[in-house]
Structure formats: C-alpha cells, structure tokens
T-cell receptor, first 112, second 115 residues
Framework: LAKTTQPISMDSYEGQEVNITCSHNNIATNDYITWYQQFPSQGPRFIIQGYKTKVTNEVASLFIPADRKSSTLSLPRVSLSDTAVYYCLVGSYTGGGNKLTFGTGTQLKVEL | DSGVTQTPKHLITATGQRVTLRCSPRSGDLSVYWYQQSLDQGLQFLIQYYNGEERAKGNILERFSAQQFPDLHSELNLSSLELGDSALYFC??????????????FGPGTRLTVL
C-alpha cells in the first residue's frame, strides 16, 4: 500500500495561492491520486483527481511529476471559506480489490 | 448535500456492546465504502461492497462486519466494543468499482462514543 504523508498545517491569507504537497513514494502503477476537502463535522468532499501531469478544474489544479511519487494540490486565490482539512487519497482497484490510502491531512487556515 | 445518508448521527454505548450503523448510498451508486476516522489513526478504509458483494477489505477488525442489501443500503456492525473504537464512521458511495479513480461521495458520518 502507498504510504502517504502531508504537512500537518499551513497558513495563508485571502487572495493568495496555496500549494499543498502529498508524498506517496510507494505509489503503484494503477494508482490514481485524488484530493478531498473536509470541514469540521462533515464528510470529505471531492476536489480533483489525476493520474499524471496536470489536471485543472474550476476550483483547483493538481500537479503530478513524471515519477508520480508526489502530488501538489494548488488552490488559486483562497478565501476564508477554504479553511479546512485537505486529504490526498492514493488508490486503485486491482483483482484483489481496492487499495485505498488516505494521507495524514493538512489543516489549511486562511486569514484576512 | 452529497446524497449519501447515514444513521444515527450520534451513538453512545458501553464497552462490550454491539451497534449497527446504517448507510444509504446516492441513487444509482453501486459501491459503498466504510471508513473510520480517529484523531490518532486519521481516515482508515475499512471495507467496500459493490452491488451486494464484498469487494475489498482494508484495516477492518475481526469484531467488525458489514453487508450490503438488495436495495443497496449497507450496514456496518461493530461488536465487543472497546474504548478505542470511539471514532467517526463515514460511509461513501461511488458509481463504479474502483475507489481510486471514481469520485466518492461521503455521508455526514456517525459519531460513536464508547464509554
């Protein structure tokens, strides 16, 4: 199973770009990388997913280098409402079933 | 609102007891996943069912079991409860089999407190 690690916390100010990195040295060939956002007392919510290179949607970008041993979630122009915990998930489905490993989570705090 | 429902929202019980947590997936989703979230272990994948059949096991204890019924709702049974089982239990659902490359939709969770 991929072991995934993230910084425990990050601080930012409104309007800045925030980059959160997830390290997954043991990522398998079939594994995808997904990022989730979680607010207190709520379930995680999907942000973005990718396999390699760069993926962008309306809320974030995901950068994955060629060796895929890490990934970076980029949040452009954060606001107070982006204060939350962000998790990376590395996983895939093989013949033996799903292998799903969540990262340790990064608490992002956005201030005025 | 993710479309995934979980009951009950809170559960307080004593050590040695047995409880059942219930989850209804989003309409159309065939996969149900169960996760445990605690302060010291983070989010841990427990088990997955797809269209009524067990598809994958994660870090699920032998005291825990789950099933998915024909209407696709799922139940997680926790028995011989210990203090360390106190945690948030989340259910998630997805359309396909793979939790890695399918978007998972999480329910609001059940907070279990074992006294």
């Amino acid at each position: 199973l991929a072991k995934t690690t993230q910084p425990i916390s990050m601080d930012s100010y409104e309007g800045q770009e925030v980059n959160i990195t997830c390290s997954h040295n043991n990522i398998a060939t079939n594994d995808y990388i997904t990022w989730y956002q979680q607010f207190p007392s709520q379930g995680p919510r999907f942000i973005i997913q990718g396999y390699k290179t760069k993926v962008t949607n309306e809320v974030a970008s995901l950068f994955i280098p060629a060796d895929r041993k890490s990934s970076t979630l980029s949040l452009p122009r954060v606001s107070l409402s982006d204060t939350a915990v962000y998790y990376c998930l590395v996983g895939s489905y093989t013949g033996g079933g799903n292998k799903l490993t969540f990262g340790t989570g990064t608490q992002l705090k956005v201030e005025l | 609102d993710s479309g995934v429902t979980q009951t009950p929202k809170h559960l307080i019980t004593a050590t040695g007891q047995r409880v059942t947590l219930r989850c209804s997936p989003r309409s159309g989703d065939l996969s149900v996943y169960w996760y445990q979230q605690s302060l010291d272990q983070g989010l841990q994948f427990l088990i997955q069912y797809y269209n009524g059949e067990e598809r994958a096991k994660g870090n699920i204890l032998e005291r825990f079991s789950a099933q998915q019924f024909p209407d696709l709702h799922s139940e997680l049974n926790l028995s011989s409860l210990e203090l360390g089982d106190s945690a948030l239990y989340f259910c998630a659902s997805s359309v396909g089999t793979s939790g890695g490359d399918n978007e998972q939709f999480f329910g609001p969770g059940t907070r279990l407190t074992v006294l």
